[in-house]
């Protein structure tokens, strides 16, 4: 039996645990079969995970790289407010890469897959000179009730869940030499995808547009902004910052995979759904208002352009 076939036959055999309803048909044939339920469309979102640019094997363990695969779709999922299915993993793998990496990375994705009952449902296999994964998450959502990036308002209220900007220091660690250590709780080797938080805003019609902060708060705004045709305002002493960061990773560090949506000034907007902090962070405006689509005060009231500075992972100059 050739490497190829041998880890289909492993990675279907990892996989047998998962059973969604939805997956009719998943390992096995040419194409998976999915079945939706009556009155709810279909979400597809994919996500490319390539070593030495979103990971790197001396400083992300196996599993960590599988889980962190996974939740990038899954964090998709959670921004239109849907509810995931089924996903689908393309490998590129070195000829040299050892079978305990592969054994690791599947046991990170798998344990992510099975908390949120995500089937495994197909995938393709190749060598490449790198590792290479690719995810495709399948999900539902209500008809016509996806939330979207372009339903913001002026007069809505920006809000985030979580605290911003942990990830980012993490990397930043990494790059600086320091050894760390890859635990559970440490939102850059094992983030939580807001599925919960995502699908509770949606049922109660609480937010009007909605993305996951993939980016960097700065930059994940201005998509809204953009796509909604408004400007924003956001207060610098009001967004939560995660362990060890400071202002400056929270607005631009990426890789949070929290929430950001915006919600009609008259909502009631919990401080905490599913145990889950949702803060306040700004006012969506009219973008007559400003000079510049993104605004944000500072402690002493004076207001400022906020520049979009995502994350750019690896960079030489960091």
């Not at 994940?220 to 610098?236: F, K, M, P, Q, Y």
Request: aromatic content about 6%; glycine content about 12%.
């Amino acid at each position: 039996m050739t490497r190829e076939r041998s880890l289909i036959k492993q990675i279907r055999h990892s996989a047998a645990w998962s059973r969604n309803r939805a997956v009719i048909q998943g390992i096995g044939d040419d194409c998976a079969i999915l079945r939706l339920k009556p009155g709810f469309e279909l979400l597809v979102t994919t996500d490319l995970c390539l070593e030495d640019v979103h990971f790197r094997r001396a400083w992300h363990p196996a599993a960590a790289v599988g889980h962190r695969c996974l939740t990038r779709g899954l964090s998709d999922i959670a921004a239109m407010g849907g509810e995931p299915l089924a996903c689908f993993l393309s490998l590129g793998l070195p000829e040299d890469l050892p079978q305990s990496w592969i054994n690791g990375f599947q046991r990170g994705l798998l344990a992510l897959a099975e908390r949120f009952t995500v089937q495994l449902a197909g995938g393709d296999i190749s060598s490449a000179r790198q590792i290479t994964a690719d995810i495709v998450v399948a999900g539902q959502v209500p008809t016509g009730k996806a939330v979207l990036r372009s339903g913001a308002r002026p007069g809505d209220g920006i809000y985030v869940t979580g605290s911003l900007g942990g990830s980012a220091s993490t990397l930043r660690q990494l790059f600086a030499g320091k050894k760390l250590k890859p635990g559970k709780s440490n939102p850059h080797f094992y983030p939580t995808p807001r599925l919960e938080v995502g699908k509770w805003l949606r049922k109660h019609r609480l937010a009007t547009a909605m993305l996951d902060i993939s980016d960097g708060l700065s930059v994940d705004l201005a998509h809204i902004c953009g796509e909604s045709g408004v400007a924003a305002i956001v207060s610098s002493n009001k967004i939560p910052i995660g362990k060890s960061a400071g202002l400056e990773l929270a607005l631009h560090g990426g890789e949070d995979y929290e929430l950001l949506f915006t919600s009609r000034k008259q909502a009631r907007v919990p401080a905490r759904i599913g145990g889950i902090q949702i803060t306040e962070i700004g006012e969506i405006r009219n973008p007559t208002d400003y000079s510049s689509a993104i605004q944000i005060m500072g402690d002493n009231g004076k207001v400022r352009r906020l520049p979009q500075r995502g994350w750019e992972h690896f960079a030489r100059q960091r």
